[in-house]
């Protein structure tokens, strides 16, 4: 049956308010209106971010919305003066937009299209409308994406055409979770050959950013989580040692410093936790390290340090999807993976079909999953 042109009513997963599980819902998702793709997703990762938005964490939420920004599908139709995807394109939604026209877009060295902020809630398309509803219920959308639906609407500065021969399970961690973490190590921090890293967190983008390290050639890859059951992969994936805070007496910049001479050339925190930021900064060298932030720390949060850390030569920075511009890199990571230049496999521990979701949230939370994947 056609579709285009009329509205379609599916199944999406609608989170009310916060601190509530999501409800599979009946929805209805209008027709793409002018420079917009309407996207029937195929396959969706569930990323720790989508979960700050159910914990309350990030302050100008709106909602209700529709959560997932890491995904792949196909175009369903597209509206007036479209150009760069059509019906029938594998697809990979982008949080972050690259509209090629804006300061931000015309900066060499940024990744930030001034068009759709990331930063800004608004849930709303460029239009300040909203191409959902539920129950007569206007349902905002989430970072310019939504993919826990069968059908979103985005703008085409929010969506780019991948290979034809891409795998859509493997590919839609290439719209956040491996980009982010692999682009913080390659691309924000340019990790070089015999390098020494330090990774917090090993969840999907920590892993990744290992991933990153071990092909820029770091010598060293030091691990960090509080939970040991992490361990395994991310040796698998490049690390050469894996330490817990947990089993030390000491704070953990120190343990890091001690076993590095001093400290590493480049550390990444990816967890959102404003401590933990600090231990990175502190477990660089304090002549010529790097600490880069990737972590999404509460909205309140604030980040204290001494300024005498950074006037003997560290550098602190941060990365939102490893400073990739979206539309540039999305197809050249995914012509990466079918080439075989990187693996993304060994991110996706669990496959639930789609009415699981709240099932995937709560593997994340009990830290038992990296990437859940859910299908259609
Ligand atoms: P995750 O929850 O799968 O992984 C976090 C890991 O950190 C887990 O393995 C935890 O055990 C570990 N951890 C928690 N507390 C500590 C601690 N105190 N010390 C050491 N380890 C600890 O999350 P994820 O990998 O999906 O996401 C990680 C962060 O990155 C999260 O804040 C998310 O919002 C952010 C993110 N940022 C971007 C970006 O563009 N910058 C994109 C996507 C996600
Ligand atoms: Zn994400
Ligand atoms: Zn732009």
């Given at each position: 049956m056609d579709t285009t042109g009329k509205v379609i009513k599916c199944k999406a997963a609608v989170l009310?308010?916060?601190h509530q599980p999501l409800k599979i819902e009946e929805i209805e998702v209008a027709p793409p209106k002018a420079h917009e793709v309407r996207i029937k997703i195929i396959a969706t990762g569930i990323c720790r971010s989508d979960d700050h938005i159910i914990e309350g964490l990030i302050q100008d939420s709106k909602y209700p919305l529709i959560l997932g920004h890491e995904a792949a599908g196909i175009v369903e139709s597209v509206g007036d003066g479209v150009t760069t995807v059509k019906p029938g394109d594998k697809v990979i939604p982008l949080f972050v937009a690259q509209c090629g026209e804006c300061r931000g877009c015309v900066e060499p060295k940024s990744n930030m299209?001034?068009?759709?902020?990331?930063?800004?809630?608004?849930?709303?398309?460029l239009d300040n409308t909203s191409r959902f509803t539920c129950k007569g219920k206007l349902i905002h959308n989430f970072i310019s994406t939504s993919t826990f639906t069968e059908y979103t609407v985005v703008d085409e500065i929010n969506v780019v055409k991948i290979h034809d021969d891409a795998p859509l399970d493997e590919a839609c961690l290439i719209g956040c979770g491996f980009s982010t973490g692999y682009g913080s190590a390659v691309n924000a921090a340019k990790v070089e050959p015999g390098s020494t890293c330090a990774v917090f967190g090993l969840g999907g983008i920590g892993l990744s950013v290992i991933i990153g390290c071990k092909v820029a050639g770091a010598s060293r890859i030091i691990a960090v989580d509080v939970n040991s059951n992490k361990f395994a992969k991310a040796k698998e994936l490049g690390a050469t040692e894996c330490v817990n805070p947990?089993?030390?007496?000491?704070?953990i910049h120190e343990v890091i410093q001690k076993m590095t001479n001093g400290g590493v050339h480049y550390a990444f925190e990816c967890i959102g936790n404003t401590d933990i930021m600090v231990s990175a900064l502190l477990s660089s060298h304090f002549s010529c390290g790097t600490a880069v932030m990737v972590g999404v720390a509460p909205s309140d949060s604030t980040l204290s340090f001494s300024p005498l850390l950074l006037l003997t030569g560290r550098t602190v920075k941060g990365a939102i999807f490893g400073g990739f511009k979206s539309k540039d890199c999305v197809p050249e990571l995914v012509s990466d993976l079918i080439a075989k230049k990187f693996k993304v496999d060994g991110l996706v521990t669990h496959k639930l079909p789609f009415h699981e979701i709240n099932k995937g949230f709560d593997l994340l939370r009990k830290g038992e999953s990296i990437r859940t994947v859910l299908e259609f």
């Open positions: 009310w308010g916060p299209c001034c068009k759709a902020q990331v930063g800004q809630h608004t849930g709303l398309m947990k089993e030390h007496e000491n704070p």
